[in-house]
């Protein structure tokens, strides 16, 4: 599981329009889905957060396309509706964590999402897992 929060959320809908929050997650959503396998799934969570299911990979599996992905957020330039500037310099802070025999749903979330909080702490625009980043 992967949460992932746009970075500095507040501060995009300053820049851009309080409206164009909509607009805003659907460029981070299809930015993260374009980059992903078949097979995995992505859901908007809360505000300024999505969650990731990855089924069938291990950390290393899930961790090495986060990396990549957080690069193309980075670098891209999109265009935003009922904004008329594109938007570039998406960063987001990744939490993973892999559920291990034992492990309920709910420690497996509260450990990404532990991961993803440290994240934003350490800097911003970072994918943690435990033990990595």
Same mark, same amino acid.
């Given at each position: 599981m992967v949460f992932a929060g746009l970075d500095r959320f507040r501060g995009l809908m300053d820049a851009?329009?309080?409206? /164009?929050?909509?607009?805003?997650?659907?460029?981070?959503?299809?930015?993260?889905?374009?980059?992903?396998?078949?097979?995995?799934?992505?859901?908007?969570?809360?505000?300024?957060?999505?969650?990731?299911?990855?089924?069938?990979r291990d950390l290393m599996a899930a961790y090495n396309p986060l990396i990549k992905i957080k690069y193309v957020c980075n670098l891209s330039v999109q265009s935003v509706a009922s904004v008329d500037r594109p938007l570039r310099g998406l960063t987001a802070s990744c939490g993973l964590a892999c559920g291990e025999p034992g492990m309920t749903a709910s420690a497996v979330t509260e450990q990404a999402d532990a991961c993803m909080? *440290? *994240?934003?702490? /350490?800097?911003?625009?970072?994918?943690k897992a435990r033990g990595i980043g």
């Open positions: 851009y329009s309080p409206t /164009s929050g909509d607009a805003v997650h659907g460029v981070f959503a299809s930015l993260f889905t374009a980059n992903l396998g078949e097979g995995d799934m992505v859901a908007r969570y809360a505000r300024d957060q999505f969650a990731f299911i990855l089924p069938e909080r *440290g *994240g934003r702490k /350490s800097g911003r625009n970072f994918v």
